[in-house]
């Protein structure tokens, strides 16, 4: 199963086997890694599941879409490797992959 | 009320399971017990009446949570166990079987059970009830292109089953005893515009219909209405709205009205008994501190955040502006505030692009916005009600102006 590492504003670590198929914001939530509320289950609802993506993972990453484009218009501290982590489907290409959690997700 | 080591949470549902969840990630320390009458731990509705009856989320992946999580995080999850008796007095919950379990604290969070109809025939196979993963599981099955659905009232989940079933190409008739479907949730204009994109999309709808008698001998053949026309159906899902699960609540004498009356931290008159989620009303800040019950994931998540934080002596909570949404076809359906009570509506866009926002007006002040594929005005309207700010119709009226640039402007 791919690995991903998930850091906490404070620097702490998680890293965490995150099922294919699933989402980055599926495999945070079931390990508890706080930081990401993810109160709407991924339906692109509620903005609370913002990561910043590593730069080096940003290709394998994909692109964020335009309904993701326009809800993180409005989160805070939005940076160009912000991402809806419910809009990025595990692959066995982001094994390894690193993500970053904003302060808040309000 | 003494110093908390017990707390019992009656209901495994979203708001039971997040409330268990926030009190160990907040530090308590004590003893956790959440009793659920289904036999799955806490998961998430709305998909099933989208992603999970399309096929396409397996139950595991409906759960808030992994089931081991809660062993881990010494949370004791009693599945399959009503609780039938709270007695204030002792402080303790009985559950079927006769066990009496002692509590210092202890919150509702019961939900709510579909309304079932009140017909005859209501009994037959092949009629459904749509709240849990098990009333889905057995519909999935007779889910098959060629099947002649009837949905029987035109809310939000009962317009979802009917989006799901044309696209898993089942034949689909709504009948609602209204004239227009969405009647108790949006604006005519918006509800003419779901009307005319579910026709569109093959769906035949009977307004203004009262259902009469459910025919057939064991299975269910048709539905027939009071004026006599009789719709064929192999399927029948009852979408007519829910009750407020408040019978605990009564049989230990707490106040309920429409859903358990508590204060804005959710508390009950009882002072050691919290309420929250579908089962509770309570005035609420964005609603000019007028009762409201509330069925949906922001006000289950909400009660259990209020909980957790005065269980855990925090300070005050800031209410959230309601949210909710719906997914029907390609549209995404995003709403925040409560639109009840609106004396005027604007329109951003147009709806034959199937995107545009309507933003609902109280007065002068913005109160609630219906956005269809338009997530920047959703959020951008979400955060003007969160904050007490509006904007003229005139000017959110106004495309040219980029959402985010209108809302930086107002005050
Ligand atoms: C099909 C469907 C689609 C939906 N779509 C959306 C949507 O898109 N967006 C949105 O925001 N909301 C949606 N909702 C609403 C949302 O899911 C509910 O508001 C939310 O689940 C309420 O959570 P709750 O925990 O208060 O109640 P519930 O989910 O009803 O959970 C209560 C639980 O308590 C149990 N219980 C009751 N009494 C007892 C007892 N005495 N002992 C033990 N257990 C007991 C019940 O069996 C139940 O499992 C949808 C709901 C449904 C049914
Ligand atoms: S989980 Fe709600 S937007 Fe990602």
């Not at chain 2, 006000?299 to 934080?309: C, I, R, T, Y």
């Not at chain 2, 916005?369 to 955060?383: I, R, S, T």
């Amino acid at each position: 199963m791919p690995k991903i590492t998930y850091i906490e504003d404070s620097g702490k670590e998680h890293v965490v086997e995150a099922p294919v198929g699933q989402t980055v914001m599926e495999a945070a939530v079931k390990h508890a890694v706080p930081g990401i509320d993810a109160d709407c289950g991924g339906a692109c609802a509620c903005a609370t599941c913002h990561v910043y993506v590593d730069p080096e993972w940003l290709a394998k990453t994909g692109e964020q879409n335009s309904m993701e484009q326009s809800m993180l218009d409005f989160a805070n501290d939005v940076e160009t490797n912000s991402r809806l982590s419910c809009q990025i489907k595990v692959t066995p290409d982001l094994d390894g992959l690193v993500v970053r959690l904003p302060k808040s997700q309000h | 009320m003494g110093e908390i080591k017990r707390i019992i949470i009656i209901g495994a549902g979203q708001a039971g399971g997040e409330t268990a969840q926030r009190l160990r990630q907040g530090g308590f320390a004590g003893d956790i017990t959440l009793i659920g009458e289904e036999p799955a731990a806490p998961y998430q509705r709305p998909p099933l009446s989208k992603a999970y009856l399309k096929g396409e989320l397996s139950m595991d992946r409906l759960l808030l949570r992994p089931a081991e999580m809660y062993a881990e995080e010494n949370i004791t999850l009693l599945t399959k166990l009503r609780a039938v008796w709270i007695d204030r007095s002792n402080k303790k919950v009985r559950v079927e079987g006769g066990r009496e379990l002692p509590y210092d604290a202890l919150v509702l969070a019961t939900g709510a059970k579909p309304r079932k109809l009140p017909l005859v025939g209501a009994d037959l196979e092949g009629v459904f009830l749509f709240r849990t993963a098990g009333d889905v599981d057995r519909v999935r099955e007779r889910f098959v292109s060629g099947a002649r659905l009837v949905v029987i009232g035109a809310g939000y989940i009962g317009l979802e089953v009917a989006a799901v079933a044309r696209q898993c190409g089942l034949e689909v008739t709504v009948v609602e005893t209204a004239v227009r479907p969405l009647a108790r949730v949006t604006s005519p204009e918006v509800a003419g515009f779901f009307l005319d994109e579910h026709t569109r999309q093959g769906v035949r709808f009977v307004l203004g219909g009262q259902p009469a008698v459910l025919k057939g001998q064991d299975r269910v053949t048709g539905v027939a209405l009071t004026d006599g026309m009789e719709i064929p159906a192999d399927i029948v899902i009852a979408g007519i709205g829910v009750t407020p699960d408040i019978a605990l609540a009564e049989q230990c004498g707490l106040t309920v009205a429409n859903g358990i009356l508590t204060d804005r931290h959710c508390r009950t008159a009882d002072p050691a008994i919290y309420a929250i989620g579908d089962c509770a009303a309570r005035p609420m800040v964005h609603f000019e501190g007028r009762i409201a019950r509330l069925e949906s994931v922001h006000n289950a998540v909400e009660g259990a955040k209020v909980v957790a934080a005065h269980l855990l002596g925090a300070k005050d909570h800031t209410e959230e502006a309601p949210w909710f949404w719906s997914d029907q076809y390609d549209l995404k359906l995003q709403i925040a505030g409560l639109f009840h009570g609106y004396e005027h509506v604007a329109f951003r866009g147009v709806m034959a692009d199937r995107a545009f926002a309507a933003f609902y007006y109280k007065g002068e002040r913005l109160i609630a916005v219906d956005a269809v594929n338009k997530p920047a005005e959703y959020l951008g309207a979400k955060m003007l009600i969160q904050t007490g700010r509006s904007l003229p119709p005139a000017v959110l009226e106004d495309t040219s102006r980029p959402m985010k640039e209108l809302v930086a402007s107002a005050r």
